[in-house]
């Protein structure tokens, strides 16, 4: 957060200098009354929480007691500390960080062009063999009669969403008649 507050400004023809929408302020300054709501008077929100200490022979935890703001206080002002006296060091290099979204974006695609696009292009000619051969398939062994047109003809995406929902509606209603 240092560095997004106290940089070297952008730019003038930056892009990143445009003010968020109404919509995102709105959301962040309810957000944030809300944080500070539950901080200063955290009771109601306890209140809501399902485990209730005093009914399990817990204690009642007090947030503001005098060695918990102590602790806290102490763990924040010496992390603050810790930050300026290594301030020096925290300069900002344009270089890439590899973080986990480097399994997403590095990874996969790597692995993608390299091993599984190779693979399924090896196996390609047994896929085409096994779909092409599926209509006959059936029809010897389920006695269609008829042309291999007759026995495999796609549903369409209105008839199968129709089966799905009813197929849904029947869990929905065997699980509401299972309670």
């Known amino acids: 957060p240092w560095f997004v507050f106290f940089q070297k400004p952008a730019p003038a023809n930056d892009d990143r200098k445009l003010d968020p929408p109404l919509n ?5 300054i309810l957000f944030s009354v809300a944080c500070i709501v539950i901080g200063v008077v955290p009771g109601p929100l306890y209140e809501f929480l399902p485990f209730n200490p ?3 022979g817990v204690p009642h935890y007090h947030a503001y007691s005098y060695a918990h703001v102590v602790n806290q206080l102490q763990l924040l ?8 006296l290594l301030l020096g060091m925290l300069k900002r290099t344009l270089t890439i960080t590899l973080d986990f979204d480097w399994l ?29 051969g599926l209509p006959r398939l059936a029809a010897q062994t389920f006695g269609a009669e008829g042309s291999r047109q007759e026995s495999y003809r796609p549903w369409g995406v209105s008839r199968t969403v129709f089966l799905l929902t009813l197929i849904l509606l029947a869990f929905l209603v065997l699980n509401l008649l299972a309670d």
């Open 24 to 28: 995102m302020k709105a959301a962040m």
């Open 104 to 132: 997403y974006r590095r990874f996969v695609p790597a692995a993608w062009q390299w091993i599984l696009r190779p693979l399924l292009l090896a196996l390609e000619p047994f896929h085409q063999g096994t779909i092409s």
């Open 77 to 84: 002002l010496f992390s603050g500390l810790a930050f300026f």
């Open 54 to 56: 005093e009914n399990a």
